[in-house]
């Protein structure tokens, strides 16, 4: 898109005692804006007065026109409007093109990431930060943890079990103890991938919540209530509990962090 040229035109007319004649002085004007030129043409007609006489008719109220041509905004004939501004161009510099519906990892404003989805006039929008949301949780829960489990029955001088634990972005779990007799969450009997957990609800205290499947010998599951489910150190530590519901058995605690 080219850039216009706007002019300003102007008139001045007034009175001066003791001027008289006529006289044209033109002189070249800076730009007002940018680059470009514009003139100044005065044009004096006059009469008589008490001051010296210019060629005029006396006895006459002298008068100055001035007649002003000013060039304005910004770019000269033949330069482009702004930086990056040109026919067909619909961008603007630094905002990349994009496909509609295209989403992009951004950072947000508290070190953590979002998203940015491409618009459909092909400009990426503003980063969309999913800190503490259901669908966050889910993203972060996803990977190896390893840690301890505390329960209220454990013996106090055997002290916690360390485990392993492994949530698929598939839906399933996987873990192990560092005892042969032990299972995870203390219940069924097979670490199959048939044990499934999934999340159900986050508050905006980012804390979440689920369900977990324990299975049993027979291939049959039994599913329990995973509670407080929160994330510190920059998500690369996991603490929740692991309620047996179906006999009101719990809370398995376990305090975790992230497996490199």
């Not at 041509?69 to 330069?79: F, S």
């Not at 301890?148 to 399933?172: H, I, N, S």
Request: net charge negative; charged share 20%.
């Amino acid at each position: 898109m080219r850039a216009r040229s706007f002019f300003a035109w102007g008139l001045v007319v007034f009175s001066a005692a003791g001027c008289s004649g006529r006289a044209v002085d033109r002189a070249d004007s800076k730009a007002i804006g940018g680059a470009g030129q514009g003139s100044v043409v005065g044009t004096l007609n006059g009469g008589g007065g008490s001051g010296p006489d210019v060629g005029g008719t006396a006895g006459r109220p002298s008068e100055v026109e001035v007649e002003v041509e000013v060039e304005v905004g910004g770019a000269a004939d033949g330069d482009e409007l702004g930086a990056g501004a040109s026919d067909g161009d619909a961008g603007s510099p630094g905002v990349p093109r994009c496909v509609p519906g295209q989403t992009i990892a951004c950072a947000c404003a508290t070190g953590q990431p979002g998203a940015q989805t491409c618009t459909d006039d092909g400009r990426y929008g503003s980063c969309v930060c999913h800190e503490g949301t259901l669908a966050w949780f889910r993203t972060k829960l996803t990977g190896q943890w390893t840690g301890t489990r505390t329960m209220p029955w454990d013996d106090p001088m055997a002290g916690p079990t360390t485990v392993k634990l492994e949530f698929k972005a598939d839906g399933t779990w996987l873990g192990t103890c560092d005892r042969d007799d032990c299972l995870v969450f203390d219940f069924g009997s097979l670490e199959t991938s048939l044990n499934r957990y999934h999340l159900t609800d986050a508050n905006d205290d980012r804390v979440a919540f689920g369900r977990l499947s324990v299975t049993w010998t027979g291939g049959y599951s039994t599913e329990g209530e995973l509670r407080e489910i929160r994330f510190a150190s920059n998500e690369t530590e996991l603490s929740f509990e692991f309620w047996a519901t179906w006999n009101g058995a719990g809370p398995i605690s376990f305090a975790l962090h992230r497996s490199p």
